[in-house]
């Protein structure tokens, strides 16, 4: 596809959505066309599947939830992704198929590569060209959330639950160390970003 598919990962607070901006800022003012997005929520359809899956007050039974996540994702590729990167737009998006393989595949434990065939099933086989993960240990994110008084269902899981989701994101960073590009969520915002920088700069 003539377009550039990145995606961000990594646990809650780890800085995401910071680098996201930066990284839109810059890649604007060097004349792409970008399409900022993110996962669960970035459709219309999106937005409630999101609000069901993050903030349903009763439980929602593992598997059932790793098929919501999946089914957002599918009418986002299907509908905004794969249509922006036809356009030959760049996508920076915040979550993909990596957040479903951690979080229900490792930290709800239903298999990671089930969960990952789920999701390829779902955007038929769309990958991304380069997956940043925001490396944290799971008590730092959680500290970097204390001004929080609410979290969602993911959130509010246990340490170890936490724990599993970076276990999980490290071994897939090294499992595909081409597409991905690990980074310690605990440098300086600006030290990230002109990592970032220069890995999308060769991928242009
Ligand atoms: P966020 O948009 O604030 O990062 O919140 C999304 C939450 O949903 C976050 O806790 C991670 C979780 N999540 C999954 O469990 N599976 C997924 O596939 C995705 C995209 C997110």
Sequence with gaps: ?????????????SGKSTQSAL??????????????????????VGVELRNIV?????????????????ADRAHHVATTVRPALERGEVVVQDRYIDSSVAY???G????GEEIRDLSLWATEGLVPDLTVLLDLHEDEGRDRMAERTTFDRL?????EFHARVRAAYLELAEAEPQRFLVLDAREPRETIAAA???????LL
């Design 1 to 13: 596809m003539p377009g550039l598919f990145i995606t961000l990962e990594g646990g809650d607070g």
């Design 23 to 44: 990284l839109t800022e810059w890649l604007t003012a060097a004349g792409r066309t970008v399409l900022v997005t993110r996962e669960p929520g970035g459709t219309d």
């Design 54 to 70: 993050l903030h349903w007050r009763g439980d929602i039974a593992p598997r059932a939830e790793a098929l919501i996540y999946a």
């Design 104 to 106: 229900q595949g490792a």
């Design 108 to 111: 709800r434990v239903l298999g």
């Design 155 to 159: 959130e509010a899981e246990q340490a």
């Design 196 to 202: 970032i920088r220069e890995r999308v700069s060769a």
